[in-house]
């Protein structure tokens, strides 16, 4: 229940039937998973799953997979086992760091509330770690936030180009309005998204 984050599209076919063609090594793009596995339960409650898609079984899949994927050679959970956060890839060494863009701690509330029950209140306490994180990752002064970060929050210094408010990183605001505005109201979202306000009201 991981996904490859790229792949290389036959677009010579039916375009109703387009082949994919990904590479042996390619790997997931966690923010990729969560977003698959929020959408199937958000279409769950839209639609149902009555009909040719079970989505509740499946968005419950793909978030239980987060979690529960057992740690296989290179491999781990997206979610890592011990800091009990998201991690920037989940092989090898991108194991050991994190992507603030890739905390959403919104979703983490609708897999707790609609995903497998057993893990409900493991969903609650990785929403409120991220919460956290979203603050001790954040620019002091400025609130913007890196691309990559440690666990405890401090800009990965030995990735090029990505220790600043770059590629990633621009997505972040918006992951904590979404969930000022669906789950938390958390005070401490709010007070990041109006640092983002500030920062950038200089440039208009």
């Given at each position: 229940h991981y996904f490859r984050w790229q792949g290389t599209v036959d677009n010579t076919?039916?375009?109703?039937?387009?082949?994919?063609?990904?590479?042996?090594?390619?790997v997931p793009a966690p923010d990729g998973d969560e977003y698959f596995a929020a959408a199937l339960l958000l279409a769950?409650?839209?639609?149902?799953?009555?009909?040719?898609v079970n989505y509740l079984a499946e968005g419950q899949a793909v978030a239980s997979a987060m979690l529960?994927?057992?740690a296989s050679g290179t491999r781990f959970p997206i979610i890592h086992q011990t800091q009990n956060m998201v991690t920037f890839v989940p092989?090898?060494?991108?194991h050991n760091f994190s992507d603030p863009s890739y905390h959403l701690p919104a979703f983490y509330g609708l897999y707790a509330r609609d995903g497998a029950a057993e893990v409900a209140e493991k969903w609650r306490s990785v929403a409120e770690i991220s919460r956290a994180y979203l603050v001790t990752s954040a620019n002091a002064a400025t609130g913007l936030h890196p691309d990559y970060?440690?666990?405890?929050?401090?800009?990965?210094?030995?990735?090029?180009?990505?220790?600043?408010?770059?590629?990633?990183a621009w997505r972040v605001v918006?992951?904590?309005?979404?969930?000022?505005?669906?789950?938390?109201?958390?005070?401490?979202?709010k007070t990041q998204v109006e640092k983002y306000h500030s920062f950038f009201s200089k440039y208009l």
């Open positions: 076919t039916n375009p109703q039937s387009w082949g994919v063609t990904y590479g042996a090594n390619t769950h409650r839209r639609w149902g799953s009555d009909g040719a529960r994927n057992p092989n090898g060494n991108s970060a440690s666990f405890t929050g401090v800009p990965t210094a030995n990735m090029q180009d990505h220790d600043d408010f770059r590629f990633d918006m992951n904590m309005a979404v969930d000022y505005a669906w789950f938390s109201s958390d005070a401490s979202m």
